[in-house]
Structures are given as C-alpha cells and as structure tokens.
C-alpha cells in the first residue's frame, strides 16, 4: 500500500508530497515539531503532544495552522489512510512561505505537514530484551531546548557520532558536566539506592511526554524519584539507566562509553516501568 501525506489542506502520494523551496522551514528550520506513538490504531498522549506543539509555537510566535480539532481529525485522517495501527504520526508547523529574509514575514501562513509511518516493532523488541550503548559528547545545542524546534543539526551530528561509535544514543552533556538528556531522547539513571533520577525539566531539556508520564508511573508504583541532574561518571556506576521517547517508550542502557552499568543487562526497575507505562494512559 502506498503511503499518504498531508500537506496545507491535500493528502498526497508520499512520493509526491512537497512544499515550497521558500518554506522558511527548508531555509532557517523555522518551525517545530512533534511525534506522536500510535498504538492499536490510537493516538498515545495525544492532548499532551498537542498542547506541547501549541506552546512551542507560542514560544516562537508562530499561528497554528488549522484550529485544534481540525489538527485532531488530520492527525487520525493520516493515521486511517496509511493504516497504521502500530507506529508514529510525525507533524511539523513551519512559519510558511516568504521570499527569503531573516525577519518574520508579514502575512505567510503556517505551514503543516503530517506523515505517519509503521513502528519496526523487532528492532524496538531486540532493543529492549538486549539493552543498548550510549556515548557522551559535549551538548552542542542553543539555550532553549524546551521547543521542539526542527532546527536538529547538532543532535543530528551526535546521533551520527554515536552510530559511527557502534552505540544507539549519545548522551550529551553541559559545561558543568552534567547529563542533559539524548540526542532524541530523556535520560535516566536507577541509583544505588533504587531512587529514579532524572535532569528538571527547564530550557536545557525536551520536556520529553514519556518523561512526564514515567513520572507518574514511577510515583503509582512507589518508586522514588529524584529530578535532578547527574554526571556521565555516577551513570556509569549507577544500578540501571535507560532513555525514554514516544517511538519506542523506554530503551534500557548497559554500557557507558564502553563500561558496563550494573551487570550490562536490562534492569529490573526499567522494565517495571515500561510495564507501568502503559497502564498511566493520558495525564489529564
Ligand atoms: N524525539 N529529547 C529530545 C532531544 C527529543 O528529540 C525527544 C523526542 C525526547 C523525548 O520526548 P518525547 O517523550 O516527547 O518523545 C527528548 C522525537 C521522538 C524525535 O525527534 O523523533
């Protein structure tokens, strides 16, 4: 089956689907984000990802491009016509089109494009049941991390450092040598004393979705949590670690730079909490 995307008001053939070369989106990454789990055919965190996407474009004065419901009924429209029942639905709201200019354009509309595409469930599975290696680099990014700006450049570069390293992440971190968080993804440590730590949400950060709902999660099992930031050497000698994200919810983390976290195999508390993900369903 072939797949669909929409674009200001059509769906279209993928392969076919495109917008203007003066999107200032294509020109100065203009514009944001999100990724949304679909999950037997329903959208996951769903009022969660959309009010994230409203704050992000307040933060940079962008319009959202069709009211709220609109954008609920074309998120489930291209969900129905690509017939995912397990994957991701991937929307983006640039500021439009506008002949090239640094400032804002006086009357460009908001563009949308919205895609969604099969999770590979056996990559995700392998993942989880082995664990995966992350890497630690120097966070490159700009101060406010908090918009899911499009603008990935510098993540995308640690991603690609981390593969060419032979591990699935790079966690990155600050001048004070904290971890902030993945290149795509939160960060996570079980310490020696069981406590779930995680870095404060705040400009440094995506206040990841997973993140917020693994909270609640942690809290209705009982787990302590800490929100606080730590540094690649206490992960390193921490009990378990992990890293969240609404593709594939939780990934355990065995190795640091090489070295071994606890017994280099998924912890016990990871995989408590990615079963307790599931049964948080939306926060309200
Ligand atoms: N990444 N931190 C960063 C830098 C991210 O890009 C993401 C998400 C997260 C986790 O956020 P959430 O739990 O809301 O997915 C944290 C998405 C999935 C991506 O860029 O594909």
Redesign the pocket.
Known sequence: MSRIAYVNGRYLPHAEAGVHIEDRGYQFADGV?????VRDGKLM?ET??LE?LQRSLRELRIGMPVPLPALRHILRETIRQNRISNG?V?FQVTRGVAPRDHPFPKDARPSLVVTAKRLNEGRIAAAVASGVEVITLPDR?WAR?DI?SIA?LP?ILAKQAAREAGAYEAW?VDADGFVT??????AWIVDREGRLVTRPAGPD?????????LLEAARREGIEVVERPFTPEEAKSAREAFI????A?IIPVIRIDGQPVGNAVPGSTTLRLREAYSRVGELS
């Open positions: 984000y999100e990724v949304c789990g965190d969660l990802h994230r991701m991937y990014r991390r899911k990935l993540n990155l968080e993945g290149s795509s993804t939160n950060i995506l206040n990841g979705i997973t993140r917020r709902v969240s994200a609404s593709s919810i």
